[in-house]
């Protein structure tokens, strides 16, 4: 790849910035070319300051089950490994994660596990209807994987205002290579659509070098992100976890992960990106790397203490207390440090949609 100079480079980037379709060349040379990368940290720094200043929005993570019926290749709570922790939390406990949470500032749950069918429509749409009774002013975000259209229907009648489901890579050839056969791409993406339509802000995603990934698989996702508009993009390195058959493939590079999420931000300048857990794992200070190159939501873990080690999706996730909630007043010196500040917010899309929508006819929303 022929090295730029810095106009070029620029010039690419605005083109980006400005909405304008890239070629497969252009993308290619984004992602893979050597030019430097702080040019287009910096750019996505700064259009994500036009839309949300310097804030940094925090969401409780709340992983209610390690359970889960299926066998994605790289994932630690896959169905067959049988030495996987497995763990569900019962409502009492999660409710008890939210007053936790909601005293210390956060306004946003999410909850997430693996598919278990323990959960069921009735108990996530009773559950997600306690939360909102209880906290009116907070956002209730579910990332239960993928479910019938009905489910969805009835959590979000409940309440539930976000859903995030990763789509984990745009390349069906891809897909079909990391998941079980029993798992389609179609219908992963059928879910993501439904969400949508069905009025959740909703956010998609992908992990950066998971194995067999091409940078053609990796531009196929910049498309998918590109026609789906979604809310939020979950950005992060694979990570192998050893009891998993891609234990010996090698972990996706920093800069690769930085590199993607940085070209989010300027295509989507509006989406909500966080700087994710597993950003933080492969490097001591890679999620103020990740604020540097365009997040904008960082999401610690609220989950009880006694259960963290067992949600292991990938080899030393970060579950010790600098990741934990008690740890907030220690990641908000970190935040700071970079450059920003945490906030006691909502953290709404500035993207309109029916939730953000709904809650503004409530009064709920913190930022419209
Ligand atoms: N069952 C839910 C939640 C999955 S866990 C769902 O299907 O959405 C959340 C995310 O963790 C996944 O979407 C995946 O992108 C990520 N993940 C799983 N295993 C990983 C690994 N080994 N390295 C990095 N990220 C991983």
Not at 83 to 103: D, K, M, N, P
Request: glycine content about 10%.
């Amino acid at each position: 790849m022929r090295v730029q100079d810095s106009e070029n480079i620029r010039g690419l980037l605005d083109k980006l910035a400005s909405g304008y379709e890239l070629s497969e060349q252009e993308w290619r040379f984004l992602i893979d070319g050597s030019y430097d990368r702080e040019l287009l940290y910096h750019k996505a720094d700064e259009v994500r300051r036009q839309h949300y200043g310097t804030d940094v929005y925090i969401r409780g993570l709340i992983e209610i089950s390690s359970y889960c019926r299926n066998d994605c290749l790289y994932c630690g709570i896959r169905r067959s490994n049988a030495r996987a922790g497995r763990y569900r939390l019962s409502e009492e406990e999660i409710l008890s994660c939210c007053e936790r949470g909601y005293v210390l500032g956060f306004r946003t749950f999410v909850l997430q596990g693996g598919e278990d069918a323990f959960f069921t429509t009735k108990r996530v749409a009773g559950m997600v209807g306690k939360i909102k009774e209880r906290y009116p002013d907070c956002a209730v975000t579910l990332s239960l994987g993928e479910r019938e259209r009905e489910d969805y229907e009835a959590w979000y009648q409940a309440g539930a205002d976000r859903y995030l489901l990763r789509h984990e890579t745009a390349s069906k050839e891809h897909y079909g290579k990391i998941h079980p056969p029993t798992l389609s791409y179609e219908h992963r993406i059928q879910c993501l659509w439904d969400l949508k339509q069905i009025g959740y802000q909703t956010g998609c995603g992908f992990m950066v070098g998971s194995p067999y990934q091409s940078t053609e698989a990796l531009i196929a996702d910049m498309r998918f992100l590109r026609e789906f508009q979604p809310q939020m993009v979950g950005i992060g390195p694979f990570i192998p976890h050893h009891d998993t058959p891609f234990r010996d493939y090698a972990q996706g590079s920093l800069t690769r992960t930085l590199t993607m999420a940085a070209l989010t931000r300027l295509l989507l300048p509006k989406t909500l990106l966080p700087a994710t857990t597993a950003l933080g794992t492969i490097h001591p200070e890679g999620r103020e790397l990740g604020l540097k190159a365009g997040a904008n939501v960082v999401m610690p873990n609220l989950s009880p203490a006694g259960v963290r080690g067992q949600y292991s999706l990938y080899d030393n996730k970060l579950c010790t207390k600098e990741e934990s909630a008690e740890g907030l007043e220690d990641l908000k010196r970190r935040v700071a440090v970079a450059g920003y500040q945490v906030v006691v917010d909502r953290g709404d899309s500035r993207l309109e949609t029916a939730a953000a929508d709904r809650s503004k006819k409530t009064g709920n929303a913190g930022v419209y």
